[in-house]
């Protein structure tokens, strides 16, 4: 089914205007506090979270907010219209100790006195929400909460030891909005158990939550988990590089043509974790590769909605440095499109893509 049915072309078919995404990362607006494991009921078969933040796992809370509280004081307090986010990662805030959460709240509460941080977020599980506690973050500044879903298929879920099924996750995700926060998803493509086609329903449930936003975090296989072993043993095997982008790409096309950002393609690159990966879709620039699939989708489907061939493609100016996959190899398909690349323009004001 096409994503357009809901777009009507203008001006007599002339011309299709559609979402082309957003640039992908904006580099500090958010200030992140890593709490490895902290409040995880347990290690999770493919999590080496340790590993991914770079910091090891001998730490509490107590001394990696010590840790982070000098650099905050350094930032300077927020001018008018700017925003900075404080985010608490890692873990499962709404599991943390009471004690040590309040730690958290209150390192908030100073740098939101302060004006250095205007907007806050934590992530977390959903079967981790005492409604008692979703009302303290909501009182003490936390404005989103994102949730590690990883996927709402009860399958996926249980031979990934997730320890709930779709329906609590989808229930976890009503929680927080009904909390009145934000509610941010984050799913786990190629997770044990998943498929191509079980991720795609992931992200059509996810979407119909209505989300703030949505992450996606390809699942690899770090040495030192459950999953590892699996993998060692044949009994587990990660999705490849091209699997990866021609699905996240189908998927990404989606959140664009619903207006959801999805704020990660990709775990971030991080020299520990790196060494310690034994298999799994690892690219330098697949989010780069994923844009540039979901790109070329959107633009297919607005083809069929234009309903003749198309002759020029106005696109944000922040499209060039993807648009055509590793190392060209999307032209081809483009071409077929009847989009060379001199019917193809960028303009800096651009906040859509336009199809004549
Ligand atoms: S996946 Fe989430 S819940 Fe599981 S160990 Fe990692 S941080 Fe904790």
Known sequence: M?????????????????????????AG?????????LGCPGQCVYCAQDRQTGQGNA??????????????????????????????????FTALPDADRALCLDLLHDMRQSGRITHARCSTRPDALPPSVLKELSLHGIDLVELGIQSFDDKALSLSRRGYTGKDAEA?????????????????????????DIFLADV????????????????????????????????????TVEETVRTLGAALNMAWQARVPVIRLAVAPEPAFDKALLAGPRHPALGALIQAEALLLA?????????????????????QGFLYGDKGALKARWRLLGLRPERIRFEETAHEATLF
């Open 2 to 26: 096409s994503h357009f049915s809901h777009v009507v072309p203008a001006e007599n078919a002339r011309c299709v205007h559609f979402p082309a995404g957003e640039r992908q990362y904006r």
């Open 29 to 37: 607006r958010i200030f992140p506090v890593f709490l490895p494991f």
């Open 59 to 92: 730490r509490g809370t107590a001394s990696i907010l010590s840790a982070v509280r000098p650099g905050l004081e350094q930032l300077r307090p927020c001018g008018t219209g700017e925003e900075r986010e404080l985010a608490f990662y890692g873990g499962t």
């Open 172 to 196: 976890g995700c009503l929680a927080v909005t009904e909390a009145g926060l934000r509610l941010g998803i984050q799913l786990l493509p190629g997770m044990p158990g998943s498929s191509p």
């Open 204 to 239: 059509r449930k996810a979407l119909s939550l209505s989300p703030a936003c949505l992450r996606f975090y390809p699942c690899l296989v770090p040495e030192g988990t459950v999953l590892a072993r699996w993998y060692r043993e044949g009994s587990y095997r990660p999705w």
């Open 299 to 319: 633009a297919q489907d607005a083809a069929d909605a234009l309903g003749k061939k198309p002759e020029m493609l106005v696109l944000p100016r922040f499209c």
